[in-house]
């Protein structure tokens, strides 16, 4: 069994996503921690049962902030960590602690379109294909070794609307099944993130 911690900012439908697909397994969702007060994730993870957090980044450097949310993953054992719209870049302070068990998933094939808006520029774009990418958290922007990426057609007749919902459906789909196998390694003592970029691809 291996204790996973996910951090959101908004909505939760990725957090909800994986807490229903990890409830049947051995390893168990043990937090949630967002950094705003008004997170409709925070409303999921009551309804799921799941120890909800709010750390204010406010009036205070990230790195004082992520003291706090280090305090919380270590109080409760924290072995893998999945950002899911969690919109804040992470300081060497965490990343370091958690070396290679960050996940993070972006709703782009990165390295194209990283940061904000990454699912408006894809369909903006004149790309054939869009997607998805799972990746290991490293210091840069969505820049980590890339575990799994999930493409679909673009369609140019498709709304703005209609694109992020098949995004969403791919994320939901994907995310958790990518965290369960990280969560596996970890409890087996075979994670090796570098080696995991290349096997998961
Ligand atoms: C997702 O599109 C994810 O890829 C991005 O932020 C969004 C979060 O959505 N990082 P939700 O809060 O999980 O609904």
């Known amino acids: 069994m291996a204790n996973l911690a996910v951090l959101a900012s908004g909505n939760g439908s990725n957090f909800q996503a994986i807490a229903e697909r990890i409830a049947g397994e051995p390893h168990r969702l043990c937090c949630l921690i967002c950094d705003k007060a008004a997170a409709y994730a925070l409303e999921r993870a009551r309804r799921l049962g ?12 990230r790195q004082e902030a992520e003291e706090q949310v280090i ?20 300081t060497p302070l965490l ?3 958690y070396e290679g068990r960050i996940v993070n998933i ?5 390295p194209k379109y990283p940061g904000m808006n990454a699912i408006a520029q894809s ?4 790309d054939r294909e869009v997607g998805i990418t799972v990746h290991i958290v490293d210091h840069g922007m ?19 609307e209609e694109l992020e919902q098949r995004i969403h459906a ?12 990280v969560l596996d390694e970890v409890e087996d003592g075979q994670h090796a993130y570098r080696q995991n970029a290349r096997r998961m691809q």
């Open 170 to 181: 791919l994320e939901h789909s994907t995310y958790p099944e990518v965290i369960l196998r």
């Open 71 to 90: 305090q919380i993953l270590r109080r409760h054992d924290i072995d893998v960590v999945a950002l899911a719209g969690f919109m804040r870049l992470l």
């Open 50 to 61: 799941i120890p909800p957090y709010v750390v204010g980044y406010a009036g205070r450097n």
């Open 95 to 97: 990343v370091d602690e």
């Open 123 to 126: 369909h903006a774009s004149s």
């Open 142 to 160: 969505d820049s980590g070794p890339i575990l799994v990426q999930r493409r679909i057609e673009h369609n140019a007749e498709e709304s703005l």
């Open 106 to 110: 972006h709703p782009s094939l990165l």
